[in-house]
């Protein structure tokens, strides 16, 4: 299928994102990607340098007659989110993403896609090894771990990029043009239990929670898509009086909306038929209410073998009523920009296993005060719980400027182009833009991007139209950068 994406117009960036796709890159795990773009920009003669985090920086010269523009920042990063289907044989660190179209999309085989960032990537590589398109100065500028922590572009020093104008083409929806996101916070509640033997005649059961949507824990969040971590507390607690837990495993990344939950219990031999009873009365009540959103929710209650141990009542009931009391979702919408979720969090890994629990939180806020309000809510929660808490990796949100000079340009320019106005917004996922501007203050920034949908999840997907439109609406802003003071 390689060879049908590759004839896909423009072909020289579905090219390159069929290259950058056989290269394994997830975050923190992008030493192969990074050398494959230092040999890309070797390779073009271009003047190729790799700063102390890994992020890689490409300067190519203005083309003929384009001098006197200012230099323009091209950035996008080079990590994707790894996340699979259950049923999938695949390993992410080894083998390259495998792609299909479906109904003018482009999709992955049962995996993330990696259009997050990789069609934004495969842009700006082609414009450096374009010898017709019209640019002035470029810096290319690709960033590392984008996805788990921003360190790339937190690491980033001044002094490597000298342009004025930044392009980040990170934005996922074609008609919006982004000038503000939110920050972020991560958030580590660690906590330990005793467990004690099965007690005698009791049964195994295994509970999966499979089938949700998922989804960009930013972009997605006020969808009120089923969260499978919430979900799995929801069937425990409620049946808490019947059963004992023996593990949890549930979600995967902090950024992703968790899609499944899994969980083994004993439960009585005495007690059996009313706790499934019980629960499926559960079940029942959780899939009428996300039928709308996640209408191919699946809940399975299967017997297995029995655990030899399990939780000791008193730790069962504080790890319920722990995650019960976690907010998860949209925590407050803005009052400044109408529809934008300012703050939210979501509850992305639950881990309960051999003494240990582990929880992991990501909360995004475009307020700074927000952002540690709802952190310090969630802190409050779980240390009532007798939970050790951490926040960290936090990153500044992107202030919006509505005075932006490229803004202007970029409003016409699209209007010129499309005959209809875009969308200037500001978005609660989290831009780099934010963290690129603390060392590089008076830079002009701007987000936009091709249409992706159901990005950090198996279903992202790419609309190869607009990658097309995308495209063309770079080549002529690149035409249209003002000249130099």
Not at 324 to 353: C, F, P, Q, W
Not at 357 to 366: G, H, K, V
Request: glycine letters at 8%; proline letters at 3%; aromatic letters at 6%.
């Amino acid at each position: 299928m390689s060879k049908e994406i590759r004839n896909l117009e423009p072909t020289e960036l579905w090219n390159n994102f069929a290259d950058l796709n056989a290269v394994p890159r997830g975050s923190k795990k992008e030493e192969k990607v990074i050398q494959f773009m230092v040999d890309f920009g070797k390779k073009l003669n271009l003047k190729t340098v790799v700063d102390h985090v890994g992020n890689v920086i490409i300067k190519k010269p203005a083309t003929k007659g384009m001098e006197n523009r200012k230099t323009v920042v091209l950035q996008s990063h080079l990590d994707m989110v790894h996340q699979k289907n259950s049923d999938t044989n695949f390993n992410f660190d080894t083998e390259g993403i495998k792609m299909k179209i479906v109904d003018g999309w482009v999709k992955a085989k049962g995996t993330t896609l990696g259009a997050d960032n990789g069609l934004g990537v495969a842009a700006i590589m082609s414009v450096l090894a374009s010898n017709t398109i019209k640019h002035p100065a470029i810096e290319a500028l690709f960033t590392i771990d984008e996805e788990t922590g921003m360190t790339g572009a937190m690491g980033l020093q001044a002094g490597y990029l000298d342009g004025e104008i930044l392009l980040n083409l990170d934005t996922e929806e074609d008609d919006e043009i982004d000038i503000g996101c939110a920050g972020g916070i991560d958030i580590t509640a660690k906590n330990v239990y005793h467990e004690v033997h099965t007690p005698s005649n009791s049964v195994g059961f295994s509970i999966s929670v499979k089938g949700l949507n998922g989804g960009h824990s930013g972009m997605d969040i006020h969808k009120g898509l089923g969260n499978a971590n919430k979900i799995m507390n929801r069937l425990l607690y409620e049946s808490q009086e019947l059963l004992r837990i023996s593990e949890i495993n549930g979600g995967s990344l902090r950024n992703a909306i968790p899609r499944e939950s899994f969980a083994i219990i004993s439960v009585s031999s005495a007690k059996k038929d009313t706790f499934l009873k019980k629960i499926n009365t559960t079940i029942n009540e959780i899939k009428k209410e996300l039928k709308t959103v996640d209408a191919n929710l699946d809940i399975s209650v299967t017997e297995t073998s029995t655990p030899k141990k399990v939780m000791t009542t008193i730790s069962q009931i504080t790890l319920l009523n722990t995650i019960y009391a976690a907010h998860n979702g949209v925590y407050r919408m803005s009052n400044d920009m109408e529809d934008l979720v300012e703050t939210s969090n979501n509850v992305a890994r639950v881990i309960v296993k051999e003494e240990k629990i582990t929880i992991l939180c990501l909360t995004r806020s475009s307020v700074e005060t927000s952002k540690f309000d709802l952190a310090n809510t969630l802190k409050a929660a779980f240390e009532l719980g007798g939970y050790q808490v951490d926040l960290s990796g936090s990153y500044p949100g992107w202030k919006p400027n509505v005075n932006s000079a490229i803004l202007n340009v970029l409003t016409k320019t699209y209007e010129e182009l499309f005959n209809s106005k875009a969308d200037v917004v500001a978005c609660h996922a989290g831009l780099e833009c934010g963290i690129l501007g603390t060392n590089y203050p008076d830079m002009d920034m701007i987000s936009f991007g091709p249409t992706i949908q159901g990005a950090h999840s198996p279903d992202e997907r790419a609309n190869i139209k607009s990658a097309q439109k995308f495209w063309n609406y770079l080549l002529t802003i690149l035409e249209k950068i003002p000249s130099k003071n």
